[in-house]
Nanobody, 120 residues
């Protein structure tokens, strides 16, 4: 079992910046990737960014050039630096970790989410 705890959400004005953090604890074995998803009211959860164990990154088109995902393996933490925030970035942001293990196969764990509100 992996526990993910997100932090760093809040209220920010359009054009502002914020950094989200997600700390992983527990049975952190076989991690293949970590990432961030978001869900706005009335919408489905969508990919924001992912980073593989080999540090390959992937971004949704809506955040490319504005958001940066990174990870600190020593701290088992993944970050999302968000710049040039827009009102449409408002959502609950969820951290996830993908793990592949010999017996259980591949699993995805989720954090509880952190709210980001972009408003003037």
């Amino acid at each position: 079992q992996v526990k993910l705890v997100e932090s760093g959400g809040g209220l920010v004005q359009p054009g502002g910046s914020l950094r989200l953090s997600c700390a992983a604890s527990g049975s952190i074995f076989g991690v293949t990737a970590m990432g961030w998803y978001r869900q706005a009211p009335g919408r489905e959860r969508e990919l924001v960014a992912t980073i593989t164990s080999g540090d390959k990154t992937n971004y949704s088109d809506s955040v490319k050039g504005r958001f940066t995902i990174s990870r600190d393996n020593a701290k088992n933490t993944v970050y999302l630096q968000m710049n040039s925030l827009k009102v449409e970035d408002t959502a609950v942001y969820y951290c996830n970790v993908d793990r592949c293990l010999p017996i259980t196969g591949c699993l995805r764990d989720w954090g509880q989410g952190t709210q980001l509100t972009v408003s003037s």
